[in-house]
């Protein structure tokens, strides 16, 4: 029993090691940007380009990155995750600084209701002999040609 708690313990070695994913930004490399004088291309030079803009205002860029870790069935947990937003003026110039962390996320619930179809509902029965006698029988109504094609294109023309 001891051997396999001891085992079983030492399977956590056996895990990947954390990931990086995404782009993120050097604590360091933020005190270099100075609000009000840096420019889009400054902050490009500094810290790199973003990971996304605004859908509606070029002048916002975020910096997204997460750390993850392969758990069991190779699904990813979320380890930590921050995003650094920045503002720029119409003229390119930084306006402002903000960082978000995963406690700042919006919940997205699963939506219960079901989309309707157009259409009957069949029943498992009306599914199972709704196809019975629906089929021409071999040879009847069968095209002669090769390969099938639109009934009447004979390629007797040719």
Do not use: H
Not at 24 to 36: A, T
Not at 42 to 56: H, L, N
Not at 80 to 93: A, E, I, S, T
Request: proline share 6%; net charge neutral.
């Amino acid at each position: 029993m001891l051997i396999s708690c001891l085992l079983l313990s030492s399977c956590g070695w056996l895990m990947p090691a954390p990931q990086l994913r995404g782009n993120k930004v050097d604590p360091e490399s933020m005190k270099e940007l100075v609000l009000g004088t840096s420019t889009k291309a400054d902050v490009t030079a500094v810290i790199g380009s973003p990971t996304a803009r605004d859908t509606f205002d070029d002048n916002t860029w975020l910096y997204i990155s997460e750390v993850t870790q392969p758990r069991i069935g190779r699904v990813l947990g979320e380890l930590n995750q921050n995003v650094v937003v920045l503002n720029f003026d119409d003229k390119g110039v930084l306006k402002s600084i903000g960082k978000l962390d995963k406690d700042a996320a919006l919940p997205s619930p699963m939506i219960a209701r079901t989309t309707a179809s157009p259409g009957t509902e069949a029943s498992f029965l009306q599914q199972l002999l709704g196809n019975i006698g629906r089929f021409n029988p071999t040879g009847a109504g069968a095209s002669s040609g090769v390969g099938g094609g639109a009934p009447g294109s004979g390629l007797s023309g040719m």
